[in-house]
């Protein structure tokens, strides 16, 4: 059967461009209304399988409705430009894929899909209606569907005429009478002021139609609702009349002209590229043409026996894992590429041979990897250790731009043009599905990609000089990330016992906060289920429903934090959750991932994934245990020293970013509170209350505590109001305050956005981006986003750079000294080490110091070291 898919061009763009947040491709222009509308006529294609298909878009803003009310559409706002500039990319996306994309002057899209879905229904097709707009049902009979976007362009409601009975009782040609007596505030129609959907749909069960309704108004019930009706007639058909979609308008093409018989597969992923939709180019297939030719552009050779002809300075290098957790993963092979061919080398011809060990360790010996953290890892677990890494092309493409949403090999591949490299799933599968491929298919997947890692050095390596950001690169990220491999593979001891106890007393304090909640609601119930949950607060305790969703009441946390103080169960609720997720995440988390053999957990440090360049850690996530709590802190009780009589030591910088805030807005009142060694908290507050020391009050502080640190991330007078529970009006008059007693804090504010909008980017004093094209945007939200993270990023990303920088020096110094010491791990500003208790007092020492020192500042940074026998001791 021949089968129509009719798509509404302009409302699905329109609802893609506010789906999601604005992305630009390398040249800067906006794509993230093109990108939506991709995904979405992806899905179509694969799903729908049209033999038939149809864009239809707006001519302009006059149509024939205008000549009857002038009004039609007037309250509609201007399309922001951000959006209007990608129509045309969309329209040369259609024409790649060969789509027929058509408008007609004076009439809207939905005329022309309704012109095209009756003429092609009446031809027995099948036709199914592709839009956002709820308008187009009307068109539903028995061979047409409307698909209608529900929320963005990722969740659809399919109706057909059983799908419109059940949601509004109605038939589809009663949808325009709908229309006619509730009108649509997007359109403009009035219809009958006072009529919402409720009213109008009774009103047509009873009568059918508009004009049997204003034909029987002394039948209507309620008075009031009879002289809206009388005194809205004409308004009512008007309306009926606005909303009626034209299905004869004359087009300049027949159904035989929409047939569709598929894409040009290069011009399509030429428009890709161009467009950096790298990551939608497997949706696309692949053109078995362009395959054979892609696969045949790198000879390579099957390693039997390694010679030191094959192991030469500089070389490309690719350790392969399958998995993110390659703690546990074994190598599966190593690619190999220099300017004497490309190679693959089985995992066992490569860890047995004494060439390859002595090469991997020669810190002479050039390497280029991707992901070279990973590699260390990875040969560490087999005994070898890597030295010399000269690049590394993932963190080179994290470093030009960490906004990316990719930085896997393929990708950069794709977006600089390079060999052509297929991606990981294509090769090894995904999920249950995911396998080593024969042995001929791998080496030539892992020669290929040192092949491309071989060529992207040297193009990526210039784009960071061009960035001014080659020695953040070589001097700083390159050195840590084998740093971190190191500390990975070392990983940090967990008391097994300790976390059982622990275990056991958060169960106790579980099962009574169960028994106490349960009696302050009367009844047993579920907790854990927010429908049984919602009952008990909104029903049984009537306390006021702050949120409803679809399911019932909304029992999330911000929901609760509202009700607090409103009655004993909400406290008890919040904490019961917190202790919960205390117990799964961190107790039984921490049980499971400890490795077995050396007692340790190997979290995972993730180097390429912030856009601010701070470290995250997943497996387990050592940055996020709650320690406000005091549960969560003693969580901290479970990690030792490695060695029996050992001591844990932690260094912990005093206030970074503030001090990063001082030195770059070169503030002489909040310089001046750090070069005295005053509390910068209580000068605040003097400063701002206009008191003296002794006046302030733990209030004030407290406040002004909140305002320094909401100004480091960029904090709103609405997020204000919510930290201090004040109103916004009231933190408004607060950050005006503090902005007044620091006016180059306050002109650093407004120079770093100016600035940021000029270049589109802001940078730490190290020379670390982070581009933000939403600084144009039209939309407020959206803008006004950009320009606190334009403020808060420098001073953040600096704070960043400052600790990395002193981890680099750090690890030098450990290495050159005698110091029985090692460096664990890195949570937000702390760096914990593990020392001999002869070496604690001088490794503090020299902690102290490198930390202090690892940037020269307009004022001091401070450093708070402690130890102890666990880490939370040493806190």
Do not use: C
Request: aromatic content about 8%; proline content about 3%.
């Amino acid at each position: 059967m021949k089968k129509l898919v009719l798509i509404d061009g302009n409302s699905i763009a329109y609802r893609a461009f506010f789906a999601l947040p604005l992305l630009s491709n390398e040249k800067g222009d906006y794509t993230n209304a093109v990108y939506g509308f991709t995904t979405m006529l992806l899905k179509v294609l694969e799903e729908e399988k049209p033999t038939h298909l149809l864009v239809a878009f707006d001519a302009g803003k006059s149509t024939f409705r205008h000549k009857t009310y002038a009004a039609y559409k007037g309250t509609r706002q201007k399309t922001p430009s951000e959006l209007s500039g990608q129509i045309p990319m969309i329209h040369k996306l259609l024409d790649a894929f060969s789509i027929k994309r058509y408008e007609a002057k004076e009439y809207e899209a939905d005329d022309i899909i309704g012109t095209q879905a009756v003429e092609a229904a009446k031809k027995g097709y099948e036709v199914v209606v592709i839009t956002g707009d709820k308008d187009l049902l009307q068109l539903v009979d028995d061979r047409i569907e409307v698909v209608l976007t529900r929320k963005g362009i990722t969740e659809v409601d399919r109706y057909n005429e059983a799908k419109i009975e059940e949601r509004y009782g109605l038939t589809p040609k009663q949808i325009i009478d709908l229309k006619g007596l509730m009108g649509d505030t997007s359109d403009n129609i009035p219809g009958v002021p006072g009529v919402g959907e409720k009213t109008a749909i009774k009103l047509l069960t009873q009568f059918s139609d508009v004009e049997t309704v204003l034909a029987s108004i002394n039948e209507v019930s309620g008075k009031k609702l009879k002289e809206r009706l009388e005194e809205n007639k004409e308004l009512a058909i008007l309306s009926k009349q606005l909303a009626t979609i034209m299905t004869e308008v004359p087009l300049e093409t027949a159904l035989n002209d929409l047939a569709y018989n598929g894409f040009d597969y290069q011009a399509v992923k030429e428009l890709f590229k161009a467009y950096a939709f790298n990551s939608l180019l497997n949706r696309i297939g692949e053109d078995e043409d362009q395959q054979e030719e892609a696969l045949e552009e790198v000879a390579f050779e099957i390693v039997s026996e390694i010679k030191e002809d094959h192991l030469i300075s500089p070389s490309a290098l690719v350790v392969e894992m399958l998995g993110d957790n390659y703690h546990h993963a074994d190598i599966i092979g190593v690619g190999l590429a220099n300017k004497n061919g490309n190679y693959f080398i089985p995992t066992k011809v490569a860890v047995e041979s004494t060439l390859f060990q002595t090469f991997m360790a020669d810190e002479k010996k050039e390497k280029y990897l991707f992901d070279a953290k990973r590699a260390v890892v990875a040969l560490a677990w087999q005994d070898i250790e890597l030295n010399g890494v000269a690049f590394d092309l993932q963190m080179a493409s994290y470093l030009l731009d960490p906004s990316l949403s990719s930085h896997e090999m393929s990708d950069i591949a794709s977006r600089k043009g390079s060999v052509r490299v297929l991606e990981d799933e294509t090769v090894y599968g995904k999920g249950a599905k995911q396998g080593i491929p024969a042995e001929q298919q791998l080496a030539e997947h892992l020669s290929r990609k040192a092949y491309a890692m071989y060529v992207l050095k040297e193009i990526l390596a210039n784009e960071l000089k061009e960035n001014e950001q080659y020695s953040l690169f070589a001097e700083l990220e390159m050195p840590l990330s084998v740093i971190l491999g190191r500390m990975e593979k070392e990983g940090i001891k967990v008391d097994r016992g300790q976390l059982q106890t622990m275990g056991g007393d958060l169960s106790t304090r579980l099962a009574d906060l169960e028994k106490e909640i349960h009696k302050e609601a009367g009844e047993t119930f579920n907790i854990n289920s927010p429908k049984q949950l919602g009952q008990v607060l909104f029903e049984t305790l009537e306390l006021p429903p702050v949120k409803k969703t679809k399911t019932g009441y909304s029992t999330s946390a911000d929901v609760l934090e509202k009700l607090a103080g409103s009655h004993p169960i909400i406290e008890h609720i919040l904490l019961y959750r917190q202790l919960g997720k205390l117990y799964s995440t961190y107790i039984e988390g921490l049980l499971k991932v400890a490795n077995e053999e050396t007692g340790k957990v190997h979290t995972r440090f993730n180097q390429a994934l912030t856009q601010t360049g701070r470290l995250s850690s997943t497996d387990p996530n050592l940055q996020n245990i709650p320690i406000r709590l005091e549960e969560g802190r003693k969580i901290r009780k479970a990690f030792v020293p490695s060695h029996d009589d050992w001591l844990m030591v932690s260094a912990d910088y005093s206030q970074i970013e503030l001090r990063v805030l001082a030195h770059i807005s070169g503030d002489e009142r909040m310089k001046e509170a750090f070069l005295k060694n005053m509390d910068i908290h209580t000068k605040t507050a003097m400063d701002v209350f206009h008191v003296e020391e002794d006046e302030v009050t733990d209030q004030m502080r407290r406040s002004a505590k909140a305002v320094n640190f909401g100004i480091v991330y960029g904090i709103s007078d609405y997020g204000l109001s919510q930290n201090l529970n004040i109103t916004r009006k009231e933190a408004k008059e607060f950050i005006d305050r503090y902005l007044a007693s620091y006016p180059d804090v306050k002109a650093y504010m407004e120079n770093v956005v100016k600035e940021a909008k000029k270049t589109g980017y802001v940078q730490t004093l190290l020379a670390r981006r982070r581009y933000l094209p939403e600084l144009a945007s039209s939309n407020f939200n959206q803008r006004s986003f950009a320009e606190r993270t334009a403020m808060n990023t420098p001073i953040q990303g600096t704070a960043a750079d400052i600790i990395k920088q002193a981890m680099v020096i750090m690890s030098d110094e450990l290495a050159n000294s005698s110091l029985k010491a090692t460096m664990l791990l890195q949570v937000h500003d702390e760096l914990i080490f593990e020392v001999a208790p002869e070496d604690e007092q001088a490794l503090k020492e020299l902690v102290t110091n490198v930390m202090e020192n690892a940037l020269s500042l307009d004022v001091p940074l401070q450093v708070d070291v402690s130890s102890g026998s666990s880490w939370y001791d040493a806190k």
